[in-house]
């Protein structure tokens, strides 16, 4: 790798941590510089500003990740293991509180519209490829289609962040096994056969209804 490629790779990678670790406030460029050890010349040939950087961090976490990538999911079984491999992934430290990027949009200034705009936008972009994998899995018949692929998608984003927030309160990942292990089990519920009329298959006005309560029980959260 090119020295200077490397040089900011490094500087994305240390900001990724320190931004989850001490928030926006809490880490300026001169904290970045001297705790990677590199001259201030050598920042801000990379990154114009400190926004600059929130910008890349988040670039390249919404590439690397697996939370923001899932991989080619066909059947039922492929979302269910990329859930439990989500989880698996949450136990690193750059989780610790709670689910980084979301947590970035919360702390940007108010004068930051453009940036929150652009985080709002990736986020969108997700939410978006988790519904036409619902659409996909509605179409090889793993899923039922009573229900839309928007409401799933919406619920399974709610599902993962509003556990990222129960593990961060409750010091514990613990919430966010029980927020995956409700969601593979509510998705599980939709994947069945027809029912009979002894046993309905959640309707979207249903399960809009948990979603909204789910959303109540969550402090902290952020759509």
């Not at 293991?81 to 947590?103: H, M, T």
């Not at 930051?112 to 996909?136: M, N, P, T, V, Y």
């Amino acid at each position: 790798m090119e020295k200077q490629q490397l040089v900011k790779s490094n500087i994305v990678a240390l900001g990724a941590e320190l931004f989850a670790q001490k928030g926006l406030a809490g880490t300026s460029v001169d904290t970045v510089i001297k705790t990677i050890g590199i001259g201030k010349s050598q920042f801000y040939s990379q990154f114009r500003s400190k926004t600059d950087l929130i910008s890349e961090v988040v670039k390249v976490q919404l590439q690397n990740r697996t939370l923001y990538n899932p991989p080619q999911i066909r059947t039922l079984a492929d979302l269910h293991q990329w859930l439990r491999d989500v989880q698996e992934e949450a136990k690193d430290s750059y989780f610790d509180n709670g689910c980084p990027i979301i947590n970035l949009i919360g702390q940007l200034p108010a004068e930051e519209d453009r940036l929150r705009a652009e985080l709002k936008e990736s986020l969108s972009g997700w939410e978006k490829e988790i519904h036409q994998i619902f659409a996909l899995l509605q179409k090889t018949g793993e899923v039922s289609s009573q229900v839309a692929p928007d409401i799933l998608a919406a619920a399974t984003q709610a599902a993962i962040f509003g556990g990222f927030s129960r593990a961060k309160h409750q010091g514990s990942r613990q919430g966010l096994k029980q927020a995956i292990d409700g969601l593979i089990s509510l998705i599980g519920s939709v994947g069945k056969a027809p029912p009979s009329t002894a046993q309905r298959i959640p309707t979207s006005t249903a399960i809009t209804d948990k979603l909204t309560k789910s959303k109540k029980r969550v402090t902290g959260f952020c759509p």
